[in-house]
Antibody, heavy 122, light 106 residues
Framework: EVQLVESGGGLVQPGGSLRLSCSAS????????MHWVRQAPGKGQKYVSG????????SYADSVKDRFTISRDNSKNTLYLQMSSLRAEDTAVYYC???????????????WGQGTMVTVSS | SYVLTQPPSVSVAPGQTARITCGGN??????VHWYQQKPGQAPVLVVY???DRPSGIPERFSGSNSGNAATLTLSRVEAGDEADYYC?????????FGGGTKLTVL
């Protein structure tokens, strides 16, 4: 079955760190760009970060640059997001997303995980 | 940074046509993608590259893009089309989403 399964979300204090993981199955993970997108409660989708298939190029939203780091392990079909210096405004559901390659090497997105909730609060 | 503007809500009666706009500076030169998100579910790509449909998406979903606005058109709207819709473009090596439009089927 083609799917993405996120893990690692939870409650963290402001200033803390958290590492999200995304396990991919059912497709050749190493062939596709992968991304993280977040959605704050009651709000719209916001792009967080992405990485090309071979890990050679990354993209970050300005709001997370220098605080979040994306990485991938193609041998384990897994995408990661290391989050540090977390703020209340980082509270959101974090989705792992697959780039389709339909339009360019980065996307658009043709497969989404169910998301993992990250809550930043004291 | 590039801004995409969508109306917060659109309402339509069953069987009618709904049009959801996505405004952006000279968006006509970009490729616009559209997602549907139903409550409690992850988004689904319904239109890419302005007007193409992924496999499995009904022909009732169509798109256009010109000038400063792109449009997602849903023909013969059904109750099951009620959802939030987001437009998306690639700009300055990053993805940008519109704020989303809630489609209500009356």
């Amino acid at each position: 079955e083609v799917q993405l399964v996120e893990s690692g979300g939870g409650l963290v204090q402001p200033g803390g760190s958290l590492r999200l993981s995304c396990s991919a199955s059912g497709f050749t993970f190493s062939n596709y760009a992968m991304h993280w997108v977040r959605q704050a409660p009651g709000k719209g989708q916001k792009y967080v970060s992405g990485m090309r298939s071979n890990g050679g190029s990354t993209s970050y939203a300005d709001s997370v640059k220098d605080r979040f780091t994306i990485s991938r392990d193609n041998s384990k079909n897994t995408l990661y997001l290391q989050m540090s210096s977390l703020r209340a405004e980082d509270t959101a559901v974090y989705y792992c997303v697959k780039g389709s390659g339909y339009s360019n090497t980065w996307g658009p997105f043709d497969l989404w995980g169910q998301g993992t909730m990250v809550t930043v609060s004291s | 940074s590039y801004v995409l503007t969508q109306p917060p809500s659109v309402s339509v009666a069953p069987g009618q046509t709904a049009r959801i706009t996505c405004g952006g500076n000279n968006i006509g030169i970009k490729r616009v993608h559209w997602y549907q998100q139903k409550p409690g579910q992850a988004p689904v790509l319904v239109v890419y590259d302005d007007s193409d449909r992924p496999s499995g998406i009904p022909e009732r979903f169509s798109g256009s893009n010109s000038g400063n606005a792109a449009t997602l058109t849903l023909s013969r709207v059904e109750a099951g089309d009620e959802a939030d819709y987001y437009c998306q473009v690639w700009d300055s090596s990053s993805w940008v989403f519109g704020g989303g439009t809630k489609l209500t089927v009356l």
